[in-house]
């Protein structure tokens, strides 16, 4: 079982949500809903989605647990549940650069 922790992931979600958020705010929480909040409708929740497979490596099976997720601090849960499961891994720091390259910016992570 790999240890992640919970503040780095919960920072790492928060920018890759905002960086992919319709309706970007300053400064994503874990308390902020996807839809009402961030503006994500259908469409863009599953580019999200993809866009989580690949940055943490998931196994397709862990989104398809992904019913019920309201709020990025819902995504935080089901990511730690598979990086501890075995079935994800934390990003590098190339697959993060290569994020912001598709998205237009440069990945520069939170402190």
């Known amino acids: ?52 497979e690949d940055l943490f490596a998931m196994e397709d099976m862990v989104m398809d647990n992904a019913t019920g997720i309201d709020r990025v601090s819902d995504i935080e849960e089901l990511v730690r549940e598979a990086i501890d499961a075995g079935t994800a891994r934390m990003p590098d720091d190339e697959t993060l650069a290569e994020l912001g390259e598709r998205h237009g910016v440069i990945w520069e992570p939170t402190p």
Do not use: I, K, N, Y
């Not at 905002?18 to 874990?30: F, H, N, R, T, Y």
């Not at 929740?45 to 989580?52: D, I, P, Q, Y």
């Open 1 to 52: 079982m790999t240890e992640t922790d919970p503040a780095d992931l919960s920072r790492l979600l928060c920018q890759v949500v905002g960086l992919m958020a319709p309706q970007p705010l300053d400064s994503p929480s874990p308390t902020d809903r996807l839809v009402g909040d961030l503006g994500f409708h259908s469409l863009a929740l599953v580019e999200l989605a993809f866009t989580l």
